[in-house]
T-cell receptor, first 112, second 115 residues
Framework: DQQVKQNSPSLSVQEGRISILNCDYTNSMFDYFLWYKKYPAEGPTFLISISSIKDKNEDGRFTVFLNKSAKHLSLHIVPSQPGDSAVYFCAAHPYNNNDMRFGAGTRLTVKP | DAGVIQSPRHEVTEMGQEVTLRCKLISGHNSLFWYRQTMMRGLELLIYFNNNVPIDDSGMPEDRFSAKMPNASFSTLKIQPSEPRDSAVYFC?????????????FGAGTRLSVL
């Protein structure tokens, strides 16, 4: 049962443009949402997160938007850089609960 | 802190052999997670522990898989007997759950190939 879904397995954008990665979830108990970034031969690393009490969180070039009514979140990267090329995982968990679920990942390629 | 340490980084074995993957948590973390990454399913949660106690092992594929935390800083994932379909990258992660925030820190993974 995929509670967190990333329906786009891959995305390709030009350097300097915006990258938008999408994620949908089904579990209404999810309270905290995270994005992880993974380079080849490395483990995923935490990128940015958002609590369900917010609808936007920004950290430099990275912004996460949360639409609770649609059970949808997105990650915006502006401007995109070649070093951003990686697999991005969306994840979510309920409040005060370790049971975190991950999406299948989206491979982002930023072309110079 | 050295982060989450997994060993070995690569494991090649023959079908039917026992495989043991190892993980050292970040000091002070109280939760430990084992994941498996495949092309089809992405990151699957296999099992997680809080304070050395297994909380949810519903993701463990079958009885051939077992995981232990003999102490607060170390865990093993064992596959016995191994099968070719177990070939994947296995990650462990640790965290220190704080209210609404659960940021997990991952090891570099163990790439398992079962021939």
């Amino acid at each position: 049962d995929q509670q967190v879904k990333q329906n786009s397995p891959s995305l390709s954008v030009q350097e300097g443009r915006i990258s938008i990665l999408n994620c949908d979830y089904t579990n209404s108990m999810f309270d905290y949402f995270l994005w992880y970034k993974k380079y080849p031969a490395e483990g995923p690393t935490f990128l940015i997160s958002i609590s369900s009490i917010k609808d936007k969180n920004e950290d430099g070039r990275f912004t996460v938007f949360l639409n609770k009514s649609a059970k949808h979140l997105s990650l915006h990267i502006v401007p995109s850089q070649p070093g951003d090329s990686a697999v991005y995982f969306c994840a979510a968990h309920p409040y005060n609960n370790n049971d975190m679920r991950f999406g299948a990942g989206t491979r982002l390629t930023v072309k110079p | 802190d050295a982060g989450v340490i997994q060993s070995p980084r690569h494991e090649v074995t023959e079908m039917g052999q026992e495989v043991t993957l190892r993980c050292k948590l970040i000091s002070g973390h109280n939760s430990l997670f084992w994941y498996r990454q495949t092309m089809m399913r992405g990151l699957e949660l296999l099992i997680y522990f809080n304070n050395n106690v297994p909380i949810d092992d519903s993701g463990m594929p079958e009885d051939r898989f077992s995981a232990k935390m003999p102490n607060a800083s170390f865990s093993t994932l064992k596959i016995q007997p191994s099968e070719p379909r177990d070939s994947a990258v296995y990650f462990c992660a640790s965290s220190n759950l704080q209210g609404d925030k659960n940021i997990q820190y991952f090891g570099a993974g163990t790439r398992l190939s079962v021939l």
